[in-house]
Every structure is written in C-alpha cells, then in structure tokens.
C-alpha cells in the first residue's frame, strides 16, 4: 500500500532562506540507487620539519545526494488516496519536464539557479541545489511519445553561509576562530588541536606576530585562521 513516504516532493524557492511558499513537484515515480557522497580535499604540508609527503586535509566538500526517478506509463498505480490526489495522467514527457522546470530553472533576477529542498521517505528536508541531470528515454511506442524516462540526478548541499557557519565544529580547520590564551596553554598544544600537527606552531606564531611565542601572557587573543589562510604565511 502506498504511504506518504512513498511521495517524492522537492520544493523550489527563489530566494536562499527557502522560506515562504514554494513551487513544488509531486511524484510517485519509483526512487532508485540513492547514494550520499561525502568528500575532503587535501594539501600537501608546508610546516617545518614536516615530511615532505605528508597531506593536510584542506577543505570539507558539501554532501552530493544523488539517486535516479524512474517514470514508467507502463505500470498502474495502486488505487489510493494519494494517486487520486497526484496527476497520474500526465505523459512521461510532461512529467519529467515538470522535474526539470523545478529544479533546473535558471532564475534571472537572482541570476542562479533555484533553491531547492528535498523531502522522500527519511530525508526530511535535504537543503540543495541540482549539480547536474541525465535523462534517458525509451520504450517509445509508434506514435514517437516514450512510456518510460529514467532520470539520475545529483544534488549539492546547500543552506545559508550563516547556518553553515553555525552549523560548522568549534574546532574545524576550515573556519577562523579566535581563542582567549591562558596559564597552560602553548602554541604547538593549540596547534595540534586545531590543525592536527604541532609542527603548525610557527606558522601560527607568525600569523599572529608573536616574536616570543614562549612567553604569551594569559588573556591575550589568539587568531587561529583556517588551514588554507595559514598555509599562505611565510616564515622571516
């Protein structure tokens, strides 16, 4: 029996906040292959006496939600609620031409692409937008008009740079933070806590102008800046 659950909606906003009322597509195509990509990007480490191989990691990539629609003119619909609630009767072609009016819409006043959200059976709200589409037809009957469409699609996450700052580690590597120095503290012990290396402990040092690293009175602001920002110090 069909559920709820069994709904793909993906709500389309003009503006990044993704509030107010959206333009929306509704379908019970079948949802296959969903797959979340995760990925960091690495450096090599410019940190003195550091081996010459080893990689820092430089940045945390968005999470790529990716899964392919199938919409198939070829199977019926159980009778429920919720079929007679969607337009099932709508052709293959006009269906996945709705997918694509919603979620690649270039949208020329805020010259982007729209602001997408997700919701299919656990994933609630999946802020996104698309990365890219392939759309594959076939079973084409002899009036030329396909009965089925198999459609992969991949979508970046994506929310508000204040969200994403908020919603950032305390201690990531990719952000700057700004830390109060006291009694016990030392610049290599902050530096492997934020960087994974003490070996950063110049680097840091330099960055903040400190000539005597070892003798830092308590109460003074310590800047650690993110890992690319700290890999662009020079040493004198």
């Keep these: 029996m069909l559920s709820k659950d069994n709904i793909l909606i993906i709500q389309s906003y003009q503006k990044e906040a993704r509030k107010g009322t ?3 597509f509704k379908s019970l195509a079948s949802v296959d292959d969903v797959s979340v990509q995760y990925g960091i990007t690495y450096q090599k480490s410019k940190v003195v006496g550091g081996e010459a191989n080893s990689v820092q990691p430089s940045q945390m990539l968005p999470p790529k939600l990716s899964f392919t629609l199938v919409f198939d003119k070829t199977q019926v619909l159980a009778k429920s609620y919720l079929a007679a609630k969607l337009n099932t009767n709508e052709t293959v072609a006009e269906q996945v031409n709705k997918f694509l009016d919603i979620c690649y819409k270039y949208d020329g006043s805020t010259h982007t692409s729209r602001f997408l959200k997700i919701k299919w059976a656990d994933i609630k709200a999946y802020s996104c937008k698309l990365q890219s589409c392939n759309v594959q037809y076939g079973l084409i ?7 089925r469409a198999i459609v ?3 979508f970046i996450y994506d929310v508000p740079k204040t969200k994403a700052d908020h919603e950032s580690s305390k201690t990531s590597p990719d952000v700057t933070h700004r830390k109060q120095f006291k009694a016990g503290d030392s610049l290599p012990m902050l530096a492997k806590e934020m960087y994974g290396s003490s070996s950063y402990y110049l680097l840091l040092a330099q960055y903040n102008g400190f000539d005597h690293f070892r003798n830092i009175p308590a109460g003074t602001e310590i800047k650690l800046p993110s ?6 110090t020079k040493l004198s």
């Design 141 to 147: 009957n002899p009036k030329g008009i396909p009965l």
């Design 152 to 154: 992969t699609a991949t």
């Design 227 to 232: 890992i690319q920002e700290l890999n662009k």
């Design 22 to 24: 959206p333009e929306e």
